[in-house]
């Protein structure tokens, strides 16, 4: 498959690694890069959102209408508040509903938001494969995500439609609480353990 990632920090670089070994083929767009963001977008059937938040209005103008394609939202909309870190939108609506809104010709499922770039570059070492959920409208774009996601030894889970994000987006937090104020460090994830015999 044609991966298309937008972003050149640890996620982005991380998420590279992985699919590559697995396969696929990937290229990778920054700022000031070649190829460039419109021209990787345009090649890729399936476009990775791996920026900071405050970039991505400058990032869905150069990708925009992408359509009929599969678009990953890793992004999280943090932002600094009087109580600290919390999130931009919420409640009514996400960032990845927003992204939707902005892009109504693609196919927008949020993933990839839920750990850190340490764990997407290594999913190996675990006593059971990091749990990464997906919310999104489509449910066939969603079986495509989750074969990207079992490529990158991660234990997907529907969370439901793209409304959903709204669970995973401020669940980004709690993931970045624990590893930075409660110091647990960045190399752990969450996990879905079924009950042995059911």
């Not at 700022?31 to 890729?44: H, I, K, L, M």
């Amino acid at each position: 498959m044609r991966i298309g990632i937008i972003g050149t920090g640890r996620v982005g670089t991380s998420l590279s690694k992985g699919w590559s070994a697995a396969g696929h083929e990937i290229q990778v767009a920054g700022r000031s890069t070649t190829p460039s963001v419109p021209e990787v977008a345009d090649w890729a059937e399936v476009i990775v959102l791996a920026v900071p938040y405050s970039a991505l209005h400058t990032v869905v103008s150069q990708i925009d209408p992408a359509a009929g394609k599969t678009v990953i939202d890793c992004t999280n909309p943090i932002q600094m508040g009087p109580d600290g870190m919390g999130l931009a939108v919420g409640h009514v609506t996400s960032g990845a509903e927003e992204l939707q809104h902005s892009l109504p010709d693609a196919h927008v499922v949020k993933s990839l938001n839920q750990v850190g770039a340490e764990v997407m570059a290594d999913t190996g070492g675990f006593a059971h494969s990091p749990v990464q959920f997906l919310a999104g409208d489509d449910p066939s774009v969603k079986q495509t995500v989750t074969r990207l996601l079992l490529d990158l030894g991660f234990d997907p889970q529907d969370a439901g439609g793209l409304a959903k994000a709204r669970l995973l987006e401020p669940f980004a937090l709690v993931w970045i609480n624990q590893a930075i104020a409660q110091k647990k460090g960045r190399d752990w994830a969450f996990g879905a353990m079924p009950r042995i015999g059911t």
